[in-house]
């Protein structure tokens, strides 16, 4: 775990279910982008980035060269025409300076490659902390720029280093949020009682809870560049990555048409205003279990090529589930409700007998959970 806390602002480097994730600590606020940049580091060395030391890469690219150069002078007499006549201290002269200066082109090679590796790193540390900090600023407009400074950060990465940009996008929407509150302009809120001890002295308390006033938009953008970055006509795809939406609430999100090649976990999720997951690929594992929709859920042509967890989920407003292809692996809406009216519809309602086999529960529809 790798974690930095200066005054009010904390990235916890987390390793579980293959997918490394940066977390936001909701207790702490932001200070300066120096900070961040500390963090971004050390959540950089903690994801596996670990590379052999300089003189060893050198070392290891002499020898390989020095092995490249004897293969070819065991081989290459077997197949060229070579004279009896015993070589001239020139020809021996002018192969040891060939092999040299091949071995000091590889030595060079490694060098440059390795310089312009840590280059490249130390930009994206740069840019990383950077716009982490921005997304922990008080402004919303600030913020605002840290959701598009991070997504370019990741459309400019690859592999662990894009995992992390989307893993702080992901964690920044598990941050407790109230759509009550999502686009006013509160900052604090400021709870006085008045408490009596038991030795009958009069006491006054101060509660103070702090706001990230108008995060609605703010939100809303990283959504939407999430979204975007998932469908197929995406300049930068980010398909291939894992996706942690657990505990987001959710406001009128709109999916239509993305592609989940990773894992999606949506579990205990709610989704205010009407959910949009049409045409939708999810080819990895997708997790819905104990998702709530307070809107009409619209699955219609989406697809589920890893399986899918319903389990417990709420339709409060029913939705769609025509034309869906659930694949061969288990799909269940086991305790999901209601499912009696209003509830989702399925292309199996007027004739049960055309439910995949992978659909569970047996009994449809299933009976509203107790509670």
Known sequence: MGCEIATGWCIVATEGDDIFRIEFDPHFTPTRSSRAVVVARQAFQVAGFRRLPLLAA???AVVGGVGVGLMA???LPSVIQTSSKPADPIDITRLALGIT?????IVALVVAYRRQSDIEVSRFIERFGAAAAQLGDSDAAVRMAGVYAMAGTADESRGLRRQQCIDVLCGYLRLPYS???GANHRAQLVMKRTNTTPAGTTVEEAEH??????DRHVRRAVVQVIATHLRENAEYSWSTHGFDFREV???????????FGGPAWFGDARFTGEAWFDGARFQGTARFDRV????AARFERAAFAGGVLFTGATFAAGGSFRHVDFG???ATFENSFPLTSPRPRFDWDNDVSMKPANVTPDHWPTTPAAG
């Open 58 to 60: 050198i070392v290891a």
């Open 73 to 75: 002078m065991w081989l």
């Open 101 to 105: 200066a091949g071995v000091g082109g």
């Open 179 to 181: 759509p009550e509150f």
């Open 209 to 214: 809870l702090q706001y990230r006033h108008n």
């Open 249 to 259: 609430e959710f406001e009128r999100a709109d999916f239509r048409g993305a592609v």
């Open 292 to 295: 709530r929709f307070t809107g």
């Open 328 to 330: 061969s692996r288990p």
